[in-house]
C-alpha cells in the first residue's frame, strides 16, 4: 500500500510540474501563481509560506530558479525520487516545447499572428510578476522590519548595479540579526517574570 501511495505520489507531482511548466513565462517569479495552485490550494502538499522560502533559497544558487524550485519541492514531498520526478516534469514539456519551435522556426518566424502573440506575451508576464508579487508582500511582510528590508532591496536593485544574491546574503544576515535580538529579549523577559513569581511567591 505505501508503494502504491508513493508512485500514485510521483505520478501526481510530475503531472502538476509538467502543468506548471508550460506556463512559467518570464522566468521564476511568474512559476509562484501556478505553484500555490497546484501546491497548497488543489493537493496541499505544502503550504503558501514553504513556497516563498522555497522560491527565496532557488534564487541564491545556481540555475533556473523554476528548476531548483521544482526540485526543492520535489524532495519536501517525495524525498530523492519526487527531486528527479519534479525537475523532469519541469524540463520535459518546455524541451518538448523548445524542440518544436526550433523545427518549425523557419516557417513560423515570418508568420504575423505569431509576432502579434508574442508581442502580447511580454505584458502579460508584467502582470503575472506583479500578482505573484502583491501575492507574495502579503504573507512576507510581517512587521515594520519586513517593510524596511523590502524597500531597501528595491531601492538597492534600482540604484545601484550590486548582485542579486549578495543584497540576499546581507537580508538574510540583518533578518537573522533582528531575530536573535527579539529572541533574546524574549528569553530575558522570561525569566525576569519567572523571577518576579519566586519573589511574589517567597
Known amino acids: ?3 502504491r501511495l ?5 505520478w501526481q507531482l510530475f503531472i502538476a510540474f509538467c502543468k506548471i511548466s508550460p506556463v512559467t513565462f518570464g522566468g521564476g517569479y511568474a512559476i509562484i501563481p501556478a505553484l500555490e495552485e497546484a501546491m497548497v490550494n488543489r493537493y496541499h502538499w505544502c503550504k503558501r509560506d514553504e513556497i516563498l522560502d522555497v522560491l527565496s533559497i532557488a534564487q541564491t544558487i545556481p540555475g533556473s530558479v523554476a528548476l531548483n524550485s521544482a526540485a526543492f519541492i520535489g524532495y519536501r514531498i517525495a524525498g530523492i525520487p519526487g ?3 519534479a525537475s ?3 524540463l520535459l514539456p518546455t524541451f518538448l516545447i523548445v524542440l518544436g519551435l526550433a523545427v518549425f522556426f523557419l516557417i513560423i518566424k515570418d508568420v504575423a499572428q505569431v509576432r502579434w502573440a508574442l508581442f502580447g506575451i511580454a505584458p502579460a508576464v508584467v502582470g503575472l510578476i506583479l500578482f505573484a508579487g502583491l501575492r507574495t508582500i502579503k504573507s ?21 548595479k550590486m548582485n542579486p544574491i549578495i543584497i540576499l546574503v546581507m537580508g538574510g544576515a540583518f533578518g537573522g540579526t ?8 524574549s528569553v530575558n523577559k522570561e525569566q525576569d517574570n519567572e523571577i518576579s513569581r519566586h519573589s511574589v511567591n517567597q
Open 140 to 160: 512576507s511582510v510581517e512587521d515594520i522590519v519586513c517593510l524596511f528590508l523590502m524597500i531597501g532591496t528595491f531601492l538597492l536593485l534600482f540604484l545601484t
Open 6 to 10: 508513493s508512485l500514485k505520489t510521483l
Open 83 to 85: 527531486v528527479f520526478v
Open 88 to 90: 523532469l516534469g519541469m
Open 1 to 3: 500500500m505505501q508503494q
Open 178 to 185: 533582528i531575530g536573535w535580538i527579539k529572541h533574546k529579549k
